[in-house]
C-alpha cells in the first residue's frame, strides 16, 4: 500500500490579505466597544470651569473660617427604613449645645466617582434644629453633603463619608 501524502497548503498573498484585514477590522471593533463604554460611562469633567472654581477658592477658604468660628456641630444617622429608603435624620447645635433655629438645609448623597449618580435629599425642618429627609439611594459608599443656610446664605457645610446598606 502506497500513504498518501497530503500537500501543505500554500500561503498566498490573498489568504495573507484576508487575515491581515480580519486581525485589524477586529483591532477597530473591540476599540470601537471600549470607546463607547468609556465616554458613556464617565464623561471626564469635574469642574465645569476650572476658571471660575478658582476665583471662588479664597471665599470658599473665607467661608470655611467663619465656620470654624461659629463650632457649630450637626449631629445625625443615615439608615435605611422598612420601605428600603435612605433616612437621615440630624440635628444642628451651636457651641453652647443650644439647637440652631431660624436655619434651612440640602442634603445630597455625593456619588465618590461620578456626579450623574449623585443623589439630593429632600430635607425638611421638624423641630428646633432638627432635620428630616429621605431618598431612594442605593447601597455603596457615599460623601453625605449637609448645608446650611440663613436667610438664602450658606452659612455652614458639613461633608461626611458614610456607607449606606
Same mark, same amino acid.
Given at each position: 500500500?502506497i500513504?498518501?501524502?497530503?500537500?501543505?497548503?500554500?500561503?498566498?498573498?490573498?489568504?495573507?490579505?484576508?487575515?491581515?484585514?480580519?486581525?485589524?477590522?477586529?483591532?477597530?471593533?473591540?476599540?470601537?466597544?471600549?470607546?463607547?463604554a468609556?465616554?458613556?460611562?464617565?464623561?471626564?469633567?469635574?469642574?465645569?470651569?476650572?476658571?471660575?472654581?478658582?476665583?471662588?477658592?479664597?471665599?470658599?477658604?473665607?467661608?470655611?473660617? &467663619? &465656620?470654624?468660628?461659629?463650632?457649630?456641630?450637626?449631629?445625625?444617622?443615615?439608615?435605611?427604613n422598612?420601605?428600603?429608603e435612605?433616612?437621615?435624620?440630624?440635628?444642628a447645635? +451651636?457651641?453652647?449645645?443650644?439647637?440652631l433655629t431660624?436655619?434651612?438645609?440640602?442634603?445630597t448623597?455625593?456619588h465618590?466617582? +461620578?456626579?450623574?449618580?449623585?443623589?439630593a435629599?429632600?430635607?425638611?425642618?421638624?423641630?428646633?434644629?432638627?432635620?428630616?429627609?429621605?431618598?431612594?439611594?442605593?447601597?455603596? &459608599?457615599?460623601?453625605l453633603?449637609v448645608?446650611?443656610?440663613?436667610?438664602?446664605?450658606?452659612?455652614?457645610?458639613?461633608?461626611?463619608?458614610?456607607?449606606? &446598606?
Open positions: 500500500m500513504a498518501s501524502v497530503k500537500k501543505p497548503r500554500e500561503v498566498t498573498g490573498r489568504a495573507v490579505l484576508v487575515w491581515l484585514v480580519c486581525f485589524f477590522g477586529v483591532v477597530f471593533v473591540v476599540n470601537g466597544v471600549m470607546i463607547k468609556a465616554t458613556s460611562t464617565f464623561g471626564g469633567v469635574e469642574t465645569a470651569s476650572s476658571y471660575k472654581a478658582g476665583l471662588m477658592f479664597k471665599q470658599e477658604i473665607a467661608a470655611a473660617e &467663619q &465656620q470654624d468660628e461659629r463650632h457649630w456641630k450637626i449631629d445625625g444617622t443615615l439608615k435605611r422598612g420601605a428600603g435612605a433616612v437621615l435624620d440630624f440635628t447645635r +451651636d457651641a453652647s449645645g443650644a439647637p431660624g436655619l434651612t438645609a440640602d442634603a448623597l455625593v465618590p466617582a +461620578d456626579a450623574r449618580l449623585d443623589h435629599i429632600k430635607v425638611d425642618r421638624v423641630g428646633a434644629g432638627r432635620f428630616h429627609g429621605e431618598s431612594a439611594a442605593p447601597r455603596g &459608599q457615599w460623601e453633603l448645608d446650611l443656610y440663613r436667610d438664602g446664605d450658606r452659612v455652614f457645610r458639613s461633608r461626611s463619608r458614610v456607607s449606606l &446598606q
